[in-house]
């Protein structure tokens, strides 16, 4: 059967670029290094694109930059850049080198913003339970320099807006099974975000689960509620039964509401 259709086009092609080299930790004593990496996704075409800095989960202790990759092309077909980080992990390094990487890798893509096709000034902090930390204290000390290490040192690591997905907040007061686990002991002395609200900082939006019995919703809402005590701009959608890393959080409804926050966040919609 020969068949002829005319498509309308609705959305655009996405194209990704993986193993981007971003920056180096020291490795195996100091006689050798590890790359840093980002896996880094846009539409094919045009540019100037605002831009989500993606951070996985894993307890702190391993991450995958690529995992969520086919939940995020969804933001891609949207008009959205899309960059997926590696960060120490606890296991090779001591806080606060995590989010000296994250800050590390947000100056590198300020400084090829051109190349890559990005808004510099114009990037959102997204994570998921580690990674929802790392989002949200990357995105209150934006103006403290004092993590910019490694480089591209001319761009600041502030950011626009952050979207911490169940964070863990003051993780020596959680009394559930990840703070009793055979985590590495230095995560208890990460530091409480709660107690690091400076007095300016991006627009909130935390997502959190009110099943989660492993990062409990008290944590999300101990942020909000530091946040809005701050005079700070947040926002909190509570997921009605929802587990750690529960499939509802990627479903259509969720990411609108995600998609609206950017779009008036990043571009002012």
């Known amino acids: 059967m020969k068949k002829i259709i005319t498509v309308k086009v609705t959305e655009p092609s996405v194209a990704l670029a993986a193993e981007i080299v971003y920056g180096h930790r020291p490795a195996w004593g100091t006689l050798s290094y590890r790359p840093l990496k980002l896996n880094f996704?846009?539409?094919?075409?045009?540019?100037?694109?605002?831009?989500?800095?993606?951070?996985?989960?894993?307890?702190?202790?391993?991450?995958?930059?690529?995992?969520?990759?086919?939940?995020?092309?969804?933001?891609?077909?949207?008009?959205?850049?899309?960059?997926?980080?590696?960060?120490?992990?606890?296991?090779?390094?001591?806080?606060p080198e995590a989010a000296e990487d994250v800050k590390l890798a947000i100056r590198f893509l300020k400084a090829h913003a051109a190349e890559y096709g990005i808004d510099g000034g114009r990037i959102a902090l997204m994570g998921e339970s580690a990674g929802g930390y790392l989002s949200a204290l990357c995105g209150l000390t934006g103006k403290d320099r004092a993590f910019d290490k490694g480089g591209y040192e001319d761009f600041t690591s502030e950011v626009q807006a952050a979207i911490p997905w169940y964070p863990p907040v003051r993780m020596a007061k959680m009394n559930t099974s990840l703070e009793k686990s055979s985590l590495p002991h230095d995560i208890a002395n990460y530091a409480d975000l709660s107690a690091l609200i400076p007095s300016a900082a991006p627009p909130f939006l935390i997502l959190h689960g009110s099943g989660d019995d492993l990062v409990p919703l008290s944590q999300g809402e101990l942020l909000y509620d530091s946040l809005q005590k701050a005079g700070l701009e947040a926002d909190m959608i509570v997921l009605e039964g929802a587990s750690h890393g529960d499939t509802a959080f990627i479903q259509e409804e969720v990411k609108q509401i995600i998609l609206e926050f950017l779009e008036a966040k990043l571009r002012g919609n």
């Open 41 to 95: 996704m846009r539409p094919r075409e045009g540019g100037n694109f605002p831009l989500i800095v993606w951070l996985c989960g894993g307890a702190f202790t391993e991450v995958d930059r690529g995992v969520w990759i086919p939940e995020l092309a969804w933001f891609a077909k949207r008009g959205y850049a899309v960059a997926g980080v590696d960060y120490s992990t606890a296991y090779r390094s001591r806080f």
